[in-house]
């Protein structure tokens, strides 16, 4: 979500400046490559770049074509394919041995459903997110329709571009991927073969650091490189102040009672106790409880936390096996954190592997593939 950020960021300055932009996405991947479907880059009229479709070896054949489908105004399917041993022979060294698919779609900013501002609707609306873009492999002179989706539990935005023939079906496909939570990649055939990236996007991570001491600053300042949504409370006026913490989008001064009341607890929601205030914690994290949060973690050792739920078990608050095994203290993944970096580095990496439901491991010890295996193309 990072990356689709950075991209629309990018595209409004461009705006500003009056440049035209075009978008290219991989699409669909077959076998092996450095980045995966849904990938996405932005690219100017002038040449600049934000966003990778690749690890960087793709990008300057993708801006040459970029150009081109600026120029005509019509969106372009591109495929590099990786698969013979000898790939040098495209000029871009992949070594990935893969099919890489990428649409590259021109944005006119005077479209209302360009796809830069169907991304722009799901990010604003912080919740689960369908993109649907179509295209045809088995004909690419013919027309490539693009983006032609938008659905959040909200809203559904159809385009011009869309399979009228398959209308009704593409936007059963984009309910039902939104609630399974899962993408998927679908034949449609209208006369010739179209194939749609139904395209799961997930919320941005929000990130509620209670606690605006001098240990906070790093975790914020990385917790913002990694997009994430950041709100720094504190119940002392002295420490919670916006320019101590420009990275986080909210600065509050409040008691603990009233903390939960500036802030949504979902499941993409981690909350942070670190104040170095034992009552003050204590007071949030019984109002926390009250709440099925999916990440809390308490700065300090393994017995401040015991002491706190032997204080809340107390007075009568207990709680689920559920909440015991996602409240998290001491925070944080064993890398040998020394220092308030470090630490930093060590919380999020924790808070990044539990919302995504990760071991934190190293990988050279995961059996199966990185990555999940790639979806193939149902057919309709």
């Known amino acids: ?4 950020i950075d991209i629309v960021a990018a595209y409004d300055e461009a ?7 075009a978008l290219a996405t991989v699409v669909l991947v077959e076998g092996s490559a450095y980045r995966r479907a849904g990938a996405r880059m932005l690219i100017t009229e002038d040449g600049e770049l934000t966003g990778a479709i690749s690890g960087g070896c793709l990008e300057g054949d993708a801006l040459r074509k970029a150009r081109l489908v600026i ?22 060294g992949l070594g990935c041995n893969g099919i890489i698919h990428i649409l590259i779609e021109p944005v006119a900013d005077d479209c209302e459903s360009n796809p ?34 938008c659905m959040t539990d909200e809203q559904t935005i159809v385009t011009g571009s869309i399979l009228e023939g398959h209308r009704l079906a593409i936007i059963n496909d984009a ?28 919320p941005v991570i929000a990130l509620v650091v209670a606690g605006a001491g001098n240990d906070a600053i790093p975790l914020v ?20 102040i916006a320019e101590r913490f420009p990275q986080a989008r909210r600065v509050i001064v409040a008691r603990p009672e009233e903390v939960l009341s500036h802030v949504e607890i979902n499941e993409w929601t981690a909350v942070i106790l670190m104040t170095h205030n034992y009552n003050y914690e204590m007071a949030l ?4 409880v009250a709440y099925s949060f999916s990440y809390a973690g308490v700065l300090g050792p393994k017995k401040k936390l015991d002491r706190m739920l032997s204080e809340l078990k107390d007075s009568g608050l ?37 919302l995504y439901n990760r071991k934190g491991y190293s990988l050279k010890y995961k059996a199966e593939p990185i990555h999940v295996a790639e979806m193939k193309p149902i057919s309709k």
């Not at 917790?223 to 504190?234: F, P, R, S």
Request: some cysteine; overall charge negative.
């Open 1 to 4: 979500m990072k990356e689709i």
């Open 15 to 21: 705006v500003k400046h009056g440049k035209k932009t």
């Open 71 to 92: 120029l005509q105004q019509e969106p372009l399917l591109v495929t590099y394919d990786t698969t013979d041993d000898d790939d040098a022979k495209l000029g871009v």
């Open 116 to 149: 830069i501002k169907l991304l722009k609707t799901i990010l604003s609306q912080r919740q689960y997110g369908v993109l649907v873009t179509a295209f045809s492999i088995e004909d690419r002179k013919a027309p490539q329709p693009g983006t032609c989706l």
């Open 175 to 202: 309910e039902s991927v939104l609630v399974s939570r899962q993408s998927i990649v679908k034949n449609y055939i209208e006369g010739i073969t179209y194939t749609a990236f139904v395209e799961l996007l997930k």
């Open 221 to 240: 300042k990385m917790a913002h490189v990694l997009g994430w949504d950041i709100t720094v409370v504190d119940g002392r006026n002295n420490y919670a």
């Open 285 to 288: 994290l019984k109002e926390l």
């Open 318 to 354: 207990m709680l689920s096996e559920d909440q015991l095994e996602r409240l998290h203290g001491p925070v944080g993944l064993d890398i040998g954190s020394e220092g308030a970096e470090e630490i930093a580095l060590s919380v999020l990496a924790e808070i990044k592997a539990v």
